[in-house]
């Protein structure tokens, strides 16, 4: 008898799970239930919606054979009867359930800005409505310089328009950076025309009677331009799971195999509540990488395997801004005497290396991102680095540092 | 399903494998023109100083590969046949997350042109990879594991009785 396996969601998390389930379970049969208005689609690249430098085409994905997709959402669980309700008023069995409900963006505590009504960027329509306001000569200010507030300022600026990007914190990209790295990313971003401003505190937001957006700050000044996005971060959509009564915390809680606190359902994404493996704290959402990995490991749990999952990082990011390469990886600003950091400034990059005792526990790189795997590797599998540690930032260091090998005899030719 | 396999003790270090793996990817696909073209063909396949020999690294085209896994852009896909993992380069957005993820470090970047990941995709128009082809030592052999395993457990035999 084949199982009926439902999960919730199709980002990430949800569609690397069913890829996964179909690849283990052959006569699996899968539902996706997604409230997107758009089939399945690469999440990371709706900026490029904005642009219009990409066709739409190549944000979807191609369609999963052997997956029934509903359109709609769910509204509740009923884990007594191993059901989902939709919002159309249907019910759907399942025998495993995976929620993979993903995040949304957040809002800050600013008075006013909710009735200003700001734009985000999530979802695939999210990405269209900006698109829908953007006229050349027009101006923007987008509230927050983590990586989707700077991505969108980026995509915003080709269209035209004078894009000031607002941070509360002292540096853009401000979790996944140091104070170096950002520097030469705010050059970067600076050159392309970008106004940063940055350790901002908005007090007020306000919709202007010519429908322009400002915002205030604290020390007086005001910005104000034709839309307004926000990018502060998102939180985890886990309504669902805490309805029905499945221990959430600042996520769904799920233990080593991903399965939540109700049986038969499991979570993965950005739902769940992650935790640093290297500093035990927990990770705010919104991790492409990590969410994909996680779906895989919660289908193969699912379909009767036992794969323990390896632990997540906090930092696990790869991004390419108007040209300038960074990737950044584990603990890349320690704090406190455990530590030992190895910078190079070789050929204008910015590599730094961060060594807790023996182990590589941080990467981060600026302008040259070769090797960088081997180096996410090495803080992934905590490799004893201290006989390569003086010499991971040549230029030469790579995977061959750690092949040992012999060939013990000569083969015969084949 | 053939690998390709690298015979450390027969690697000399010359770096033909390089050569000839940025020529094939070529468009002229000639040594003497590939050296001027733009973008300037890229070799997917790095000769490193290892521990004391020279170690050529190459794509492994892992079973549970993570940058295929990790691809934001569906630009990475497995070919069935060949099972290599290849790359439609026209929805590469180089973003670098496969980069990142290459436990081996062997996905590399295009940054003249448009700026795009390169990785091995097994030479899919040629009967054996250029890089196979191009080694003056034979270290590198495109073959079936059981096929290089015997060829071992022959030799060792041979080695062993003599």
């Known amino acids: 008898m084949s199982v009926h396996y439902v999960i919730i969601g199709n980002g990430a998390a949800g569609t690397s799970a069913a890829t996964r389930i179909a690849e283990l379970d052959s006569s699996a049969q899968i539902t996706i239930v997604a409230d997107e208005t758009h089939p399945a689609y690469f999440r990371p690249l709706i900026p490029f919606l904005i642009e219009g430098s990409h066709s739409p085409d190549n944000l979807l994905r191609a369609p999963l054979a052997s997956t029934v997709t509903s359109s709609g959402s769910a509204v509740a669980l009923q884990p007594s009867t191993q059901a989902v309700e939709l919002a159309d008023g249907r019910r759907l069995p399942y025998d495993r359930l995976l929620l993979a409900t993903g995040a949304s963006p957040y809002l800050p505590p600013i008075s006013g800005l909710a009735s200003a009504d700001p734009f985000v960027l999530r979802r695939w329509d999210d990405a269209e409505a900006i698109r829908r306001v953007c006229r050349p000569g027009g101006s923007a200010l987008v509230l927050g310089a983590g990586r989707v507030g700077v991505k969108c300022a980026l995509a915003l600026r080709p269209l035209g328009l004078q894009v000031t990007v607002i941070e509360a914190l002292s540096r853009l990209i401000p979790l996944q950076l140091d104070d170096e790295a950002s520097a030469i990313v705010q050059r970067a971003v600076v050159a392309q025309g970008i106004a940063v401003a940055l350790s901002c505190t908005v007090t007020r937001a306000v919709r202007e009677r010519d429908n322009s957006r400002t915002l205030v700050l604290e020390d007086g000044r005001r910005f104000t331009a034709d839309l307004l996005v926000v990018a502060a971060g998102v939180r985890p959509n886990a309504q669902l799971a805490l309805a029905a009564g499945i221990q959430v915390r600042s996520g769904i809680v799920v233990d080593d195999y991903l399965r939540t606190s109700i049986p038969n359902v499991y979570a993965a994404g950005d739902v769940v509540e992650a935790v640093d493996v290297l500093t035990g704290r927990s990770i705010p959402g919104g991790n492409w990488t990590q969410a994909v990995a996680m779906g895989q490991c919660a289908a193969a749990n699912m379909v009767g395997g036992s794969v323990e999952y390896p632990g997540a990082l906090a930092v696990l990011n790869a991004l390419d801004l108007a040209g300038l390469p960074v990737i950044s990886v584990g603990i890349v600003e320690p704090r406190g005497d455990d530590y030992a950091v190895a910078v190079s400034r070789a050929g204008g990059a910015y590599r730094k290396l961060v060594f807790r005792q023996e182990r590589l526990v941080g990467a981060l790189l600026v302008g040259n991102v070769d090797c960088a795997g081997v180096y996410t590797a090495m803080i992934r599998n905590r490799t004893d680095a201290s006989h390569l540690a003086p010499r991971m930032l040549d230029p030469d260091f790579g995977y061959g540092r750690f092949l040992h090998l012999k060939t013990p005899e000569p083969v015969a030719c084949i | ?162």
């Open chain 2, 1 to 162: 399903m053939k690998d390709i396999f690298v015979r450390l003790d027969r690697c000399v270090g010359c770096r033909t494998c390089e050569l000839e793996c940025a020529t094939a990817h070529s468009s002229s696909l000639s040594l003497y023109s590939a050296i001027s073209e733009t973008p300037r063909p890229r070799r997917r396949l790095f000769v490193e100083s290892g521990v004391g020999q020279p170690v050529p690294v190459l794509c492994r085209q892992c079973a549970d590969a993570a940058c295929l896994s990790s691809c934001i852009g569906g630009a990475l896909y497995r070919d069935p046949l060949s099972s290599a993992v290849r790359q439609r380069v026209e929805r590469c957005v180089g973003c670098w997350t496969c980069v990142m993820v290459c436990p081996y470090g062997v996905v590399g970047r295009q940054i003249d042109g448009r700026r795009v990941a390169v990785k091995c995709d097994r030479c899919p128009d040629r009967v054996s990879p250029a890089c196979v082809d191009a080694c003056p030592t034979r270290a590198l052999v495109y073959v079936e594991a059981e096929e290089l395993s015997a060829g071992r457990r022959r030799d060792i035999a041979i080695t062993a009785k003599g």
